[in-house]
């Protein structure tokens, strides 16, 4: 079955720190530029992270450069997003998504580019 599933998300406080997970199964990640969007209640979804396929060039929204790192493990076939220094702005469900658009600002700023949905993982930033 070809699916991405999402893991990791939670309640955290404002400074802390989270990993999210995206393991996929049925198809090969290496194939695909990776990117994590998110959406927050009352808000519409945005790209926060991608990356091309290779890993050669990376992309992060103005709201969480320098805080969010994304990478990826070819041989568990799994997807990472490393968040640090969290803000109850980062509330928000994010998924795990792949596609074949190789420029990460553009897979970020239009999320028609994406071929595949993760469920999603629920973040929550709160003191």
């Known amino acids: ?3 991405l599933v999402e893991s990791g998300g939670g309640s955290v406080q ?6 999210l997970s995206c393991a996929a199964s049925g198809f090969t ?4 530029a990776l990117a994590w969007f998110r959406q927050a209640p009352g808000k519409e ?7 091309s396929q290779g890993d050669s060039s990376s992309y ?4 969480v450069r320098g805080r969010f790192t994304i990478s990826r493990d070819n041989a ?3 997807v990472y997003l490393q968040m640090n220094s969290l803000k109850p702005e980062d509330t928000a469900l994010y998924y795990c998504t792949v596609s074949q658009q190789n420029q990460p600002q553009r897979l970020c700023l239009d999320d028609r580019y994406v071929e595949r949905w993760g469920q999603g993982t629920l973040v929550t930033v709160s003191s």
């Open 1 to 3: 079955q070809v699916r």
């Open 14 to 19: 404002p400074g802390g720190s989270l990993r």
């Open 29 to 32: 990640l290496e194939n695909h």
């Open 76 to 78: 568990a076939n799994t």
């Open 45 to 51: 979804r945005e790209g926060v992270s991608c990356m």
């Open 60 to 63: 992060y929204a103005t709201s």
